[in-house]
């Protein structure tokens, strides 16, 4: 009886230290939360993670070399870069025979008092003064112009923002080039010189076609005046108006020619003539 007793205790302890066992190893298995959700709740929870997963790549890859400039054209950052450069931004149109320039409104510290519209031919970074003046603008919106007599060759144009203290604030400049054109006669234009008590006075015959200047052309360099290879004294743009009054001839000989514009810019070139002024 007693070795019965004795055997039932052993395995009775045996019982409780495998139980003991069982209990220490689930206290010891971490818990997940997720155990708790059903099937519908855990797919919810994936498609959260696939959609923020995408966002985090897209970003990624929209701003991991620089961010939205990189997706800017050259042109496009040239342009950015010139806007803080040059407060006035000039843009130009060319034609056939003309320039277009249009600009934006001044908008600087200084009180305004003009535009200035200037052209070069030899400098690309031209300023005002120094330039050949085209116009001079004294409305602050009128920010156009279109010089319809533009040099043949390449030419740079700024616009300058002067104030009354003679503050200036320059564009960015712009360039155009215009084939070089060969005169191309399809009329006799003789041209008369005469002097007078008030200067000299230049008569020429009328030119009968497609018209759209005269350039009276004026030096004392070469009896072989021509536009645009010298500078013209006057322009005149009635085709009716065929006479001119030099004011202020130089001493010695001075050398005349008009030179005929068309609309197309072809032109051609009249007699030449001289006189002696003493």
Avoid at 151 to 165: D, Q, T
Avoid at 177 to 186: A, G, H, I, R, V
Avoid at 202 to 217: R, S
Wanted: hydrophobic share 30%.
């Amino acid at each position: 009886m007693l070795s019965l007793l004795g055997d039932l205790m052993k395995k009775a302890l045996l019982i409780v230290l495998m139980l003991s066992i069982l209990i220490t190893a689930c206290s010891t298995e971490e818990y997940d939360p997720f155990d708790e959700l059903t099937t519908d709740e855990l797919e919810e929870n994936q498609d959260i993670n696939d959609s923020e997963n995408v966002e985090e790549e897209f970003d990624e890859e929209l701003y991991e070399e620089g961010g939205p400039l990189d997706e800017l054209t050259y042109e496009e950052d040239q342009q950015m870069k010139d806007s803080l450069k040059y407060p006035i931004q000039l843009s130009l149109e060319k034609t056939d025979s003309s320039v277009k320039l249009t600009w934006t409104v001044y908008e600087g510290d200084h009180e305004f008092a003009s535009y200035k519209v200037s052209r070069s031919v030899t400098d690309a970074n031209p300023t005002y003064p120094g330039q050949s003046l085209r116009k001079t603008i004294t409305d602050i919106n009128e920010t156009s112009y279109e010089d319809v007599l533009p040099e043949e060759g390449i030419s740079y144009y700024v616009i300058s923002a002067i104030s009354p203290l003679n503050e200036k604030t320059h564009s960015n400049p712009v360039k155009v080039e215009f084939p070089n054109l060969k005169e191309t006669p399809d009329q006799e234009i003789s041209l008369t010189v005469v002097k007078t008590e008030d200067g000299v006075q230049l008569n020429w015959d009328k030119y009968n076609g497609d018209f759209l200047f005269y350039k009276v052309v004026w030096t004392t360099d070469h009896p072989f005046p021509k536009y645009p290879d010298d500078s013209a004294k006057a322009t005149i743009a009635y085709v009716n108006q065929t006479e001119y009054l030099h004011l202020t001839p130089d001493p010695g000989v001075n050398y005349y020619a008009v030179t005929i514009v068309r609309p197309d810019k072809s032109r051609f070139t009249s007699s030449r003539a001289e006189i002696i002024i003493e």
